[in-house]
């Protein structure tokens, strides 16, 4: 099988499995989709949704978390890890967002890089999903995947990203990132298969 054959079986397999892609993280709109994105490095979107209820009571919009001190919105994100800087990141990226960009969430990848805290990945995420830009955010799950499926030779994330978007028609990107990640939470787990027991696996070496 060709590397572009075996992404087109992956492709269309993914899709009959997972025809709906929710966003795994709880969110209203693309600011607490980028606060929840942020918040879920290091840590699962299981625990971040646990937490950020409890945040959206101190502030559900930039200009109202701007005004909440750093100690306050890091005691509540405790549980994500990583505290201090995420709260730092979080009040910071939401002064910015006030003063630079009116309150609104900024829509390019340029200005959601330069906030605090945002890096490609989480630009990506928000890009795709709270704007509807697509992009294809590659996290653990998808690196390890895309390895274990010979879509890549990729060594870091930058490399995978740029690989799986040859492959796959763009118009797919946005779903498939995460068809790609709940098959890997739910099949294809990093101990759960070992690149020949899962049903993907399986037909691709088979």
């Given at each position: 099988?060709?590397?572009?054959?075996?992404?087109?079986?992956?492709?269309?397999?993914?899709?009959?499995?997972?025809?709906?892609?929710?966003?795994?993280?709880?969110?209203?709109?693309?600011?607490?989709?980028?606060?929840?994105?942020?918040?879920?490095?290091?840590?699962?979107?299981?625990?971040?949704?646990?937490?950020?209820?409890?945040?959206?009571?101190?502030?559900?919009?930039?200009?109202?978390?701007?005004?909440?001190?750093?100690?306050?919105?890091?005691?509540?994100?405790?549980?994500?890890?990583?505290?201090?800087?995420?709260?730092?990141?979080?009040?910071?990226?939401?002064?910015?967002?006030?003063?630079?960009?009116?309150?609104?969430?900024?829509?390019?990848?340029?200005?959601?890089?330069?906030l605090p805290g945002v890096g490609h990945k989480t630009a990506s995420v928000v890009m795709?999903?709270?704007?509807?830009?697509?992009?294809?955010?590659?996290?653990?799950?998808?690196?390890?995947?895309?390895?274990?499926?010979?879509?890549?030779?990729?060594?870091?994330?930058?490399?995978?990203?740029?690989?799986?978007?040859?492959?796959?028609?763009?118009?797919h990107w946005n779903a498939l990132h995460l068809r790609i990640i709940f098959y890997g939470?739910?099949?294809c787990t990093a101990r759960g298969c070992d690149g020949h027991r899962c049903e993907i696996?399986?037909?691709?070496?088979?």
């Amino acid at each position: 099988m060709t590397t572009q054959a075996r992404a087109d079986y992956i492709d269309r397999r993914l899709a009959e499995l997972y025809p709906e892609t929710p966003v795994p993280l709880d969110h209203r709109d693309a600011y607490t989709l980028l606060v929840a994105v942020l918040l879920s490095a290091q840590c699962t979107d299981k625990r971040v949704n646990t937490v950020t209820p409890q945040l959206w009571a101190l502030a559900d919009n930039p200009a109202d978390m701007a005004r909440v001190p750093v100690e306050k919105i890091q005691a509540v994100i405790r549980p994500c890890g990583l505290s201090p800087q995420k709260a730092r990141a979080i009040s910071g990226l939401s002064q910015i967002i006030t003063e630079k960009h009116g309150g609104e969430v900024p829509r390019s990848f340029e200005e959601l890089e330069a906030l605090p805290g945002v890096g490609h990945k989480t630009a990506s995420v928000v890009m795709a999903q709270a704007f509807g830009v697509p992009a294809f955010p590659v996290d653990t799950h998808i690196h390890r995947l895309a390895q274990r499926w010979r879509l890549t030779s990729g060594r870091n994330v930058v490399q995978t990203e740029r690989d799986l978007k040859k492959l796959f028609p763009r118009e797919h990107w946005n779903a498939l990132h995460l068809r790609i990640i709940f098959y890997g939470r739910e099949h294809c787990t990093a101990r759960g298969c070992d690149g020949h027991r899962c049903e993907i696996c399986t037909t691709l070496n088979g």
